[in-house]
Nanobody
Framework: QVQLVESGGGLVQAGGSLRLSCAASGRTFSNYCMGWFRQAPGKEREFVASIDWSGGLTAYGGSVKGRFTISRDNAKNTVYLQMSSLKPEDTAVYYC???????????????WGQGTQVTVSS
């Protein structure tokens, strides 16, 4: 089992920045690919970003590319999502996910965190 705990969410004005963190425990962190997803009220869960085991390969959803950056620190068992130029449409609950395969959708995600709320005001 892998336990994931997100933090760093909150309320921010449009154009601002936030950094989300996801701390992992339970298994060897560097054996897992990591991802971020988000879900707004009434909408399906959306892929945001992912990173492979070493951090050498990243992928982003089209709506966040160029504004968000995913990174990981295997020594700290933590994955980050740096969010910049935030827009009201980025408002959602953000979830951290872990999987043995490269994550591009929820199907590759074996473990999930509880989520952290991000609210962007206009």
């Amino acid at each position: 089992q892998v336990q994931l705990v997100e933090s760093g969410g909150g309320l921010v004005q449009a154009g601002g920045s936030l950094r989300l963190s996801c701390a992992a425990s339970g298994r060897t962190f560097s054996n897992y690919c990591m991802g971020w997803f988000r879900q707004a009220p009434g909408k399906e869960r959306e892929f945001v970003a992912s990173i492979d085991w070493s951090g050498g390969l990243t992928a982003y959803g089209g709506s966040v590319k160029g504004r968000f950056t995913i990174s990981r620190d295997n020594a700290k068992n933590t994955v980050y999502l740096q969010m910049s130029s935030l827009k009201p449409e980025d408002t959602a609950v953000y979830y951290c996910a872990a999987g043995k395969r490269v994550i591009t959708s929820a199907r590759e995600s074996d473990y999930w965190g509880q989520g952290t709320q991000v609210t962007v005001s206009s």
